[in-house]
């Protein structure tokens, strides 16, 4: 393994050659819950420059039975461990320890300054090899869980109507309306659960549920902003996406509806008949006073930011009623 020293924002970048690829800025101060807000949601984006740019940070992995200090690297809609570090056990379950408690779905923390020192020593100005196992990352079919055929059996519950259209909402708004239809939102109401009945519609690409009334893509429009969302939107239509021409973005209440209290195996609260790549969608709603609403199924929560690049994905939907 071979390293030089290269500058950066922050004075600690290092270039990390490992086996036939180079990893080129190690960022010391990024964490994980930092490399959210920066490549997933809606903060930070000051620290990268394009969709395309990819950085890498040392991270401990304590979702297994023993912690493991990793390589990661990330970019917008990317994130990949390189690589395992075999550094000494003890110093990694310190690290772990210092953390204090924490949730359950909170099983990925920042290094320490002492594990920081063991890297610079060990691995990155050294000649490492020992200590790194590259991990080979073999990409999985996405698992969209199993539904009932739309049609093999009459709906009989309870049927809901919820808004349609575009609306606007202030900050003081939005914890009525969740409670009001008994939405989940991890922050203003935990306790929250909206009962779906989600049907397969047999053509891959869409699904129905038949309490709202409202057919929804399987997975969707990728990361954009407003703008560019609403192009693709009018494209779709034009062609006809699964044979129809009046997709549309969903309102807060529906986009909402589909959040799941529980997280599922792909990290999202959201039924896995859904895909993982649209973990925060834009909804038509914007924020008074200014700003675009989101939801975000990561964290099982809504929020605003602004519309533009890269703003945010996709899941369309469109209402079914009156039809036979």
């Known amino acids: 393994m071979t390293t030089t020293m290269e500058e950066g924002a922050m004075g600690m970048l290092q270039r990390l050659s490992m086996s036939d690829s180079t990893i080129r800025g190690i960022d010391w101060e990024m964490t994980p819950d930092l490399s959210f807000g920066t490549f997933e949601s809606w903060g930070g984006r000051e620290r990268i420059r394009n969709n395309r740019e990819r950085i890498c940070y040392f991270f401990i992995d304590n979702w297994g039975k023993e912690p493991k200090l990793c390589l990661m690297e990330r970019g917008v809609k990317h994130a990949k461990v390189l690589a395992e570090i075999s550094a000494p056990p003890e110093m990694v379950k310190e690290c772990v320890r210092q953390q204090g408690t924490s949730s359950s779905f909170e099983k990925s923390y920042a290094i320490n300054g002492i594990i920081r020192q063991w890297l610079l020593d060990n691995v990155v100005e050294a000649e490492g090899d020992g200590y790194v196992k590259p991990v080979l990352m073999v990409k999985a079919e996405e698992d969209m869980g199993v539904l009932p055929r739309r049609g093999a059996r009459p709906f009989t519950g309870e049927r809901v109507t919820l808004p349609t259209g575009q609306a606007v909402i202030n900050d003081d708004e939005l914890a009525p309306l969740i409670k009001k239809w008994n939405f989940f939102d991890s922050v203003l109401h935990p306790q929250g659960e909206f009962i779906n009945a989600l049907v397969d519609n ?37 062609t006809g996406f699964a044979g129809h021409h009046d997709w549309r973005l969903p309102t807060m209440e529906e986009a909402l509806s589909l959040m799941e209290p529980e997280m599922n195996a792909k990290g999202l609260y959201l039924n896995p008949c859904f895909s993982k790549e649209q973990p925060f969608i834009f909804v038509a709603a914007r924020r008074k006073p200014g700003g675009y609403w989101f939801i975000d199924y990561k964290q099982g929560r809504a929020f605003w930011s602004s519309g533009s690049i890269p703003g945010g994905f996709g899941r369309l939907c469109r209402g079914i009623k009156g039809e036979r």
């Open 202 to 238: 047999g053509d891959g690409l869409t699904v129905t549920d038949e309490r709202t009334g409202i057919m929804w893509q399987r997975a969707g429009l990728d990361i954009a902003s407003i703008r560019t969302i609403q192009r693709h939107i009018e494209k779709l239509n034009e």
